[in-house]
């Protein structure tokens, strides 16, 4: 395997992926080889079932590699335990889901200000109310999620990802459940708020081909391997 370059913020060589399923193993990514510059924004695009979301929960380290070397910003997680990868994404990573995955219990407040406190992040509610009101939630900073929106949750969950200000935010279809209106000020702010953070990294999964050309690179997937990138 090449040596690592610190400049990016992800370096896989050689990642395989193969997942258990009914009739026995399914190969899902093959011989990945991708690098991506800390800073920057990429998008993946490809059909259903090309791999995409995959690919971003193994980058994310929400999924272990069968094989492979992943190394993310500058670490090696290829082998590391559940409990060392949630160590290492605390305050580093930020994930939005499609389905916005807020907890049901806690109001929207609590949600952001969680994954403040994980992060170990000072004055976890202040920093937390000041996320929302940028996000224009100011209203809804006591309100539940089943209270809200589909695109009020999914600012929660924006808003929450991006707290900590990560190095890395990885957003999977974040505009999938949402209307036209809704998603295109989703996409505006997730793009507004990760480059006002310094060499902060986007990298989402999106079928949306004019929010994939927002991003300063794109990787076409099929099959679950690479079979273009373009821009930087």
């Known amino acids: 395997m090449a040596p690592l370059d610190n400049k990016f913020a992800i370096d896989l060589q050689q990642v ?56 993310v910003l500058q670490e090696d997680i290829s082998s590391m335990s559940e409990a060392e990868l949630a160590q290492f ?51 809804r900073c006591d309100h539940f999620p089943k209270q809200m929106s589909g695109g009020e949750q999914q600012r929660v969950a924006l808003a929450r990802a991006l707290a900590p200000n990560p190095k890395l935010v990885f957003a999977d279809e974040p505009t999938g459940n949402l209307d036209a209106a809704n998603g295109a000020s989703i996409v505006d702010s997730l793009f507004t708020l990760t480059r006002a953070q310094a060499e902060t990294t986007l990298i989402l999964v999106t079928h949306d081909i004019q929010l994939a050309q927002r991003c300063d690179r794109i990787i076409d997937l099929h099959d679950g391997k690479i079979c273009e990138s373009t821009g930087a």
């Open 89 to 139: 994404r605390r305050g580093r990573v930020g994930v939005v889901f499609q389905s916005f995955h807020l907890i049901p219990s806690m109001t929207a407040l609590q949600n952001v200000a969680t994954a403040l406190e994980l992060a170990g992040q000072p004055d976890p509610f202040d920093r937390a109310r000041d996320k929302l009101s940028a996000l224009g939630l100011a209203h």
């Open 16 to 71: 395989h992926l193969s997942l258990e399923g009914n009739a026995g193993p399914v190969d899902i990514l093959h011989s990945i080889d991708l690098q991506i510059t800390q800073g920057s924004s990429c998008a993946l695009v490809g059909p259903s079932g090309s791999g995409k979301s995959s690919l971003l929960m193994v980058m994310a380290g929400l999924e272990q590699a069968t094989s492979g070397r992943v190394t």
